[in-house]
């Protein structure tokens, strides 16, 4: 350990003593000690170390004999685009000084030089600076950037981050969820497509080469894995192929009906059909797609086959269709009537607004309350386009100033005193939840009381349409 007494020595001498020499020079407490020296000199004499840096020479052995560790410091914060130790960027000691961390350990260390200076990075790939295998200690809770560099970033995804990954195989076994969160974390943001694909397919292997027919846990990694799905679709094949179907079976009812349905259908809604046509993904899994287009283009017969076997969810669960669907005539005329009777309960609620089919298919008598229904929940939607912020967080007083701007306009446009009431108790109703898009989401899943809501149609067009009504008062009408 003579370098490390080496340079706490020359350090102690610029710097007042600043370091604590442990009377046990053995590595462990040597490495302790120059952490601890390392934290103070940032923190108070962050400018004049750097200048110490930029002219110092670490002795030869130093790198085979110390590892720069923030597990001792406190006030340190993570981003997606490096790390800052008491409000220093923490890069700019390598900038200055590529042996300064002896041998580097931290995968998060590495990427915060990486991103801020991929030079810098290079200089310390070429010196042999970074342990091929890298620790992730977990702090990163958001997607990592990297720079426009892109050999250096090929350097760190090929020769740093993927066998970091790799060994997680090993040592972490029982724990996949906890290696798909990592990977994820790692590689959304790479910026150069091959690279990513590149390691992807290193990954998509891996697991498939070390994971057989697990037998519990399916839906806490697939719900793990949702953005790694949505980047590389196949990787749902995947994770269909490691885990034994029987467990996704006898909990797909639980996560269909849960509000984790909800995100897993809006996933499942946009994936390619020859994803959900794979001869590995079981039936079950496919009532998230019901609302899914490319499988209704591709493929229409296997379509009508999901579609018919869960109309049973959409009155429980119309979050299922995160958009809405186009059933084709056929589909329609083909279904048996008890099949179409299901679907008859559907319809008020939800026609034109989830799901769309020929208009002459719904039974004459309950007609006019689909179109009720499907006109009062547009009026309802443009109201609150038009009002609501769509990029705010909606709390107490952004409620307040809609409704307050609502008032004064219905003033203006002559609406009576009952008539504003219906407006202040639509947009108290459909502004609970946080966002615009949440709340129109709300709106179109809800099962609206028709005796009630009929009678708010009139104030609506009045509110919104009242210098058109007179030329275009179809303007929200179905035509049959």
Same mark, same amino acid.
């Given at each position: !350990?003579?370098?490390? %007494?080496?340079?706490?020595?020359?350090?102690?001498?610029?710097?007042?003593? %600043?370091?604590?020499?442990?009377?046990?020079?053995?590595?462990?407490?040597?490495?302790?000690?120059?952490?601890?020296?390392? =934290?103070?000199?940032?923190?108070?004499?962050?400018?004049?170390?750097?200048? @110490?840096?930029?002219?110092?020479?670490?002795?030869?052995?130093?790198?085979?004999?110390?590892?720069?560790?923030?597990?001792?410091?406190?006030?340190?914060?993570?981003?997606?685009?490096?790390? &800052?130790?008491?409000?220093?960027? #923490?890069?700019?000691?390598?900038?200055?000084? *590529?042996?300064?961390?002896?041998?580097?350990?931290?995968?998060?260390?590495?990427?915060?030089?990486?991103?801020?200076?991929?030079? &810098?990075?290079?200089?310390? +790939?070429?010196?042999?600076?970074?342990?091929?295998?890298l620790t992730f200690y977990g702090y990163q809770t958001y997607n990592m950037l990297y720079p426009k560099n892109k050999k250096a970033t090929e350097i760190f995804v090929n020769n740093f981050l993927w066998p970091s990954i790799k060994i997680l195989f090993f040592i972490k076994h029982d724990n /996949?969820?906890?290696?798909?969160?990592?990977?994820?974390?790692?590689? !959304?943001? *790479?910026?150069?497509?091959? *690279?990513?694909?590149?390691?992807?397919?290193?990954?998509?292997?891996?697991?498939?080469?070390?994971?057989?027919?697990?037998?519990?846990?399916?839906?806490?990694? #697939?719900?793990?894995?949702?953005?790694?799905?949505?980047?590389?679709?196949?990787?749902?094949?995947? /994770?269909?192929?490691?885990?034994?179907?029987?467990?996704?079976? $006898?909990?797909? =009812?639980?996560?269909? /009906?849960?509000?984790?349905?909800?995100?897993?259908?809006?996933?499942?809604?946009?994936?390619? +059909?020859?994803?959900?046509?794979?001869?590995?993904?079981?039936?079950?899994?496919?009532?998230?797609?019901?609302?899914?287009?490319?499988?209704?283009?591709?493929?229409?017969? $296997?379509?009508?086959k999901i579609f018919v076997s869960n109309i049973d969810y959409l009155n429980e669960k119309p979050e299922l269709i995160p958009d809405f669907i186009h059933i084709p005539q056929d589909i329609i005329s083909s279904m048996t009537q008890k099949q179409f009777s299901k679907l008859d309960k559907t319809?008020?609620?939800?026609?034109?607004?989830? %799901?769309?089919?020929?208009?002459?298919? *719904?039974?004459?008598?309950?007609?006019?309350?689909?179109?009720?229904?499907?006109?009062?929940?547009? #009026?309802?939607?443009?109201? /609150?386009? =038009?009002?609501?912020?769509?990029?705010?967080?909606?709390?107490?007083?952004?409620?307040?100033?809609i409704i307050t701007s609502v008032i004064e306009k219905a003033k203006l446009k002559g609406l009576k005193n009952n008539e504003i009431d219906v407006l202040i108790r639509i947009i108290l109703k459909f502004t609970n939840q946080c966002n615009l898009y949440m709340n129109i989401q709300n709106l179109?899943?809800?099962?609206?009381?028709?005796?009630?809501?009929?009678?708010?149609?009139?104030?609506?067009?009045? @509110?919104?349409?009242?210098?058109?009504?007179? $030329?275009?008062?179809?303007?929200?009408?179905?035509?049959?």
């Amino acid at each position: !350990m003579d370098a490390v %007494i080496k340079v706490i020595n020359d350090i102690n001498s610029k710097f007042n003593n %600043i370091i604590q020499v442990p009377f046990n020079s053995d590595n462990k407490k040597l490495n302790y000690s120059l952490n601890e020296g390392y =934290k103070l000199l940032i923190k108070e004499h962050f400018n004049k170390f750097i200048e @110490f840096l930029k002219e110092y020479e670490f002795p030869e052995d130093f790198p085979k004999q110390f590892s720069f560790c923030l597990c001792q410091y406190f006030d340190k914060n993570y981003t997606p685009s490096g790390i &800052t130790v008491y409000n220093k960027e #923490l890069h700019k000691l390598w900038e200055a000084n *590529i042996y300064v961390g002896g041998t580097i350990e931290d995968i998060e260390i590495l990427h915060s030089i990486l991103y801020n200076s991929p030079d &810098t990075f290079l200089k310390i +790939a070429n010196k042999g600076l970074a342990k091929e295998v890298l620790t992730f200690y977990g702090y990163q809770t958001y997607n990592m950037l990297y720079p426009k560099n892109k050999k250096a970033t090929e350097i760190f995804v090929n020769n740093f981050l993927w066998p970091s990954i790799k060994i997680l195989f090993f040592i972490k076994h029982d724990n /996949l969820s906890n290696i798909i969160s990592l990977f994820t974390k790692f590689t !959304m943001e *790479i910026p150069q497509n091959e *690279i990513y694909k590149k390691i992807y397919s290193k990954f998509k292997k891996a697991i498939e080469s070390y994971y057989k027919k697990i037998k519990s846990g399916f839906w806490e990694i #697939l719900l793990y894995s949702i953005e790694l799905i949505i980047k590389s679709p196949d990787f749902l094949v995947t /994770l269909c192929k490691i885990f034994d179907h029987n467990c996704i079976k $006898k909990e797909v =009812k639980e996560y269909i /009906l849960s509000q984790r349905g909800t995100e897993i259908a809006e996933i499942f809604s946009q994936l390619p +059909a020859e994803i959900l046509l794979d001869e590995n993904i079981p039936n079950q899994l496919l009532t998230f797609a019901i609302g899914n287009k490319n499988l209704l283009k591709a493929n229409p017969k $296997k379509f009508q086959k999901i579609f018919v076997s869960n109309i049973d969810y959409l009155n429980e669960k119309p979050e299922l269709i995160p958009d809405f669907i186009h059933i084709p005539q056929d589909i329609i005329s083909s279904m048996t009537q008890k099949q179409f009777s299901k679907l008859d309960k559907t319809i008020i609620n939800y026609y034109g607004i989830k %799901i769309i089919f020929p208009f002459k298919f *719904i039974p004459i008598e309950k007609r006019k309350d689909v179109k009720s229904n499907f006109i009062v929940k547009k #009026l309802i939607e443009k109201l /609150l386009k =038009k009002y609501v912020p769509a990029n705010q967080i909606i709390n107490d007083h952004i409620k307040a100033k809609i409704i307050t701007s609502v008032i004064e306009k219905a003033k203006l446009k002559g609406l009576k005193n009952n008539e504003i009431d219906v407006l202040i108790r639509i947009i108290l109703k459909f502004t609970n939840q946080c966002n615009l898009y949440m709340n129109i989401q709300n709106l179109k899943n809800s099962q609206l009381p028709l005796p009630l809501y009929k009678r708010y149609i009139k104030p609506l067009k009045k @509110f919104l349409y009242s210098s058109e009504i007179k $030329k275009n008062t179809d303007c929200c009408c179905i035509t049959p």
